[in-house]
Structure formats: structure tokens, C-alpha cells
């Protein structure tokens, strides 16, 4: 039910297996919005955490370090007291019927009925792409005149109800060998050094005489509380 067609870049790719096994493994948190036809149009994939509700645990590797976090949390017998957005998507061509915010209130509904105290997210900003040379710590911070995130899917996220609470800047590390990364890109890639790629939050590092190249994305947590904060005396 999770398969349909995305709009990721090619040259996104997290391990699979762990990915296979914490949706298989927390099969009910993974969320599926279905057109009139049974047609799955939009999803909202998602793991449990252990977290103390302090962001400065929240780690820097975001996506990928939420994936590890989850079978380290899950085989530790932990409490999984925290839901982990990993993606939120839409079927291109969909995007105008508001589907991410459902999917999102979805989730959010979820992740309650579960007992969960909050929703953490590393947040891909939809149009950070277009800024790759920017460091995402001036790009999360930039605001329209309302106040509200000047990206769009961040806006999204606050508007319901979710706080920003800090850039994760390794959230994602996709490394390969120049023929992998031509054959994902269509770029000739003959010179070392940074390479702005269609896509990518950040430019990639070639390495030419390695015969290799990294990209490392960054992304940013934002919080979603779930429950009423805890009353101090």
C-alpha cells in the first residue's frame, strides 16, 4: 500500500533494509491517504522513538540516525513514547488538493491514538533545493512579513502547530562511485569538488581520482505536541 510514485531524486537512497524493517516491523504507523478509486495518492511513513522530549537529543543525523534510533529503541525494550515523521509525500499531480496537510493531521491524529506524547520530523524543506549554496540554518530562519517560515512546507508544519526546534545538518548521507552518481544525475562529473545537483538541498563533493562522491543532506526537527506539555512547579 505505500508504493506510488514519488518524487524524490533518484540519488536518494537510505539503506533499504533498515528502512524494510521499520516499516515492516511498525507496519500501523505507516499512513496511506486513498482516492475515490482505492488509489493511494498520498502517504505519511513513520517509526516510534524512545525521547526524553529535550531537543538537543534530538540528533544531527536525522533521518538516518531516526531509523537506528528505532531498532536500538525497539530491541532495547524502550518505551516508544515518540513518533518519527520520516516522510510525508504526494503522488505528483496531486499536490493542489492540500494532501500533505491531511496526511499530516493524519498522522498527527495517529500518533495520539498511539499514546504518543509528540511528533518529531526532520523536515526536508520543499524549496531549499533552489538555495543550495545556503547554509540551512539562515534558510530555516527566513520568514515572510506574517511571521510564518518562508518555505512552504516548513509553513505547513507550523501552521500546524509544529515549532521549529533546530537544524539537523548530516540528516542523510548518500555516497557512491561517479558512475552511479552520473547514472542518477546525468551530470558528466569530471571535476573534483563541489557540484550543484537538480534536487539537492546542498551541492555534492566529487572526487574524481577516488572515483567517488557525497552528498550530505541537511534537514530540520520540528516538534508537534501530541499532548500538554508537563507542568513544573
Known sequence: MLTMESS???????????VH???ERHARHQLVVLDDDGTVVAR???????WDGDPDTLPDQGWDEALRRCMSDTYSGRELDTLCAMEIAVVPGRKARRLSVRALEALKEHGRRA?????????RPSLKHAHPQLPMERYARRTR???????PWLRVHVRAGGQVLKVCPVSMTISGSL???RSWTGLPLDRSGPVEVAGALSPVVVDVERDHAVYIEPNVWVRHRLTAPPQHA
Open 8 to 18: 524524490w531524486p533518484a540519488y536518494i537512497r537510505p539503506d533499504p533494509t533498515l
Open 21 to 23: 524493517w521499520a516499516f
Open 44 to 50: 505519511a511513513a513513520s517509526v516510534p522513538l524512545a
Open 115 to 123: 499514546g504518543c506524547h509528540d511528533l518529531v520530523a526532520p523536515v
Open 145 to 151: 512579513p506574517d511571521g510564518l517560515p518562508e518555505d
Open 179 to 181: 558512475a552511479q552518481w
